[in-house]
């Protein structure tokens, strides 16, 4: 199983005779780890991750912070890696929204002081 990752294919998936267990012979094309903050909570500063490629460190990317009401409280642009500030925000959960080259992945972020 894949978990965190941006799948951009998948193929050859044969139903299961046994509706308890996943699909046979799933072959997951270009499953790239999704970016990943931390840490979470976070307290002063919240760090994404470098891309696992190098080309993919080169691309620009944006990182846009949101609060529980919806409303962009920071935002961050420019190639891998990045840093958000979270001090000055209110304790609470807050979503996270990472794209890169057309590519997008969520995150819910705690700010815990």
Excluded: F, K, W
Excluded at 47 to 54: D, E, K, N, S, V
Excluded at 92 to 98: F, N, S
Aim: net charge positive; charged share 20%.
């Amino acid at each position: 199983m894949v978990r965190n990752a941006v799948v951009t294919q998948v193929t050859s998936q044969t139903p299961n005779p046994d509706p308890t267990q996943p699909p046979r012979e799933c072959v997951i094309i270009d499953a790239r780890p999704a970016p990943a903050a931390y840490p979470n909570p976070a307290d002063t500063t919240l760090y994404l991750a470098a891309p696992a490629t190098t080309e993919a460190r080169a691309l620009p990317r944006t990182a846009v912070l949101y609060n529980a009401q919806g409303r962009e409280v920071r935002r961050a642009s420019g190639p891998a890696p990045a840093e958000l500030r979270a001090a000055g925000l209110p304790v609470g959960l807050y979503y996270l929204r990472v794209e890169q080259n057309g590519r997008v992945s969520r995150h819910q972020i705690r700010v815990q002081h």
